[in-house]
């Protein structure tokens, strides 16, 4: 069984940082894409931040110059830094990524469970 386990969220002052970590578990050869949501109270979930297999990145624009999204292949591991963070980056933010077994398979959109981020005004 493959899943994704996200870590990292936590209650931080407005202007603070925050890095959230997204670690693949299971007989996984590596993340190829990966990416990273959110979802405040009310609201549809909403893309944060995307990485390629070639390490392109794509953010959305209310987190642009404050966010990095980036891979760790090694660790199997996608992370998001958060710096400068707002009372409403608060939210559940999940990870999603395609997924590449030890048999070469591709598993896409493959979901972790969420954390919560909280800054307080």
């Known amino acids: 069984q493959v899943q994704l386990v996200e870590s990292g969220g936590g209650l931080v002052q407005a202007g603070g940082s925050l890095r959230l970590s997204c670690a693949a578990s299971?007989?996984?050869?590596?993340?190829?894409?990966g990416g990273w949501y959110r979802q405040a109270p009310g609201k549809q979930r909403e893309l944060v931040a995307t990485?390629?297999?070639?390490?392109?990145?794509n953010y959305a624009d209310s987190v642009k110059g404050r966010f990095t999204i980036s891979r760790d292949s090694t660790k199997k591991t996608v992370y998001l830094q958060m710096n400068s963070l707002k009372p409403e980056d608060t939210a559940v933010y999940y990870c999603?990524?395609?997924?590449?077994?030890?048999?070469?398979?591709?598993?896409?959109?493959?979901w972790g469970q969420g954390t919560q981020v909280t800054v307080s005004s």
């Open positions: 999603n990524a395609a997924l590449t077994l030890l048999n070469l398979y591709v598993v896409n959109d493959v």
């Open positions: 299971g007989s996984i050869l590596g993340i190829n894409a």
């Open positions: 990485i390629t297999s070639g390490g392109s990145t």
